[in-house]
């Protein structure tokens, strides 16, 4: 069974960077697309991007400016970076791992269990 | 931006049918996957490609597609269903994946 688990600061001040790291375990990291989620408190969800275990990324494009994503096949980690977060970041962020069907179709099957990331001085 | 719209709430009595849409200009060229969340867990994928079911995942729930429209139907509709349930899609382009802003099931 894989299983994902999200880990980070709980806490970022206005402007500075967010990163978070996902290890996986039970299953192989390579061969597959990663991808990052958030979810606001009481909103919905919201793709935030993905990463290949190559390397190759793809991002939304509403935050694409502002993310960096990592993967480390030897660790069985990726991670994501977030730069210049305000108060409208502040969201549960969940990783998981993608079903690629076509490059332009894929959906999640493992989901980490989230970790709130709060920004506030 | 590319969007999924939902209904915010759906509300039925224990044992009968609930039925949540999703709808999309590009639901016609992409597929549909549907996610249950439960208050304070992580989503749970319960229906892809429009109308397959996940190993695991109650017969009473499924999924169909006409057009621009997807819909999840949940049948016999029990306690334990209740939660929020998002659909998920890419735009017409493929660039990238957009959810729903999710529905309420309500178990009267």
């Known amino acids: 069974q894989v299983q994902l688990q999200e880990s980070g600061p709980g806490l970022v001040e206005p402007s500075e960077t967010l990163s978070l790291t996902c290890t996986v375990s039970?299953?192989?990291?390579?061969?597959?697309?990663w991808s990052w989620i958030r979810q606001p408190a009481g909103k919905g969800l919201e793709w935030i991007g993905h990463i290949y275990s190559s390397g190759t990324t793809n991002f939304n494009p509403s935050l694409k400016s502002r993310i960096t994503m990592s993967i480390d096949t030897s660790k069985s980690q990726f991670s994501l970076w977030l730069n210049s977060v305000t108060a409208a970041d502040t969201a549960v962020y969940y990783c998981?791992?993608?079903?690629?069907?076509?490059?332009?179709?894929?959906?999640?099957?493992?989901w980490g269990q989230g970790t709130l990331v709060t920004v506030s001085s | 931006s590319y969007e999924l719209t939902q209904p915010s709430s759906v509300s039925v009595s224990p044992g009968q049918t609930a039925r949540i849409t999703c709808s999309g200009d590009?639901?016609?060229?992409?597929?549909a996957y549907w996610y249950q969340q439960k208050t304070g867990q992580a989503p749970v994928l319960v229906i892809y490609k429009d109308s397959e079911r996940p190993s695991g995942i109650p017969e009473r729930l499924s999924g169909s597609s006409s057009g621009t429209t997807v819909t999840l139907t949940i049948s016999g509709v029990q306690a334990e269903d209740e939660a929020d349930y998002y659909c998920?899609?890419?735009?017409?382009?493929?660039?990238?994946?957009?959810f729903g802003g999710g529905t309420k099931l309500t178990v009267l």
């Open positions: 590009a639901l016609s060229k992409q597929y």
């Open positions: 998920q899609s890419a735009d017409s382009s493929g660039a990238y994946q957009v």
């Open positions: 998981a791992r993608d079903v690629t069907l076509t490059s332009q179709m894929y959906y999640f099957d493992y």
């Open positions: 039970g299953g192989s990291i390579s061969g597959y697309y």
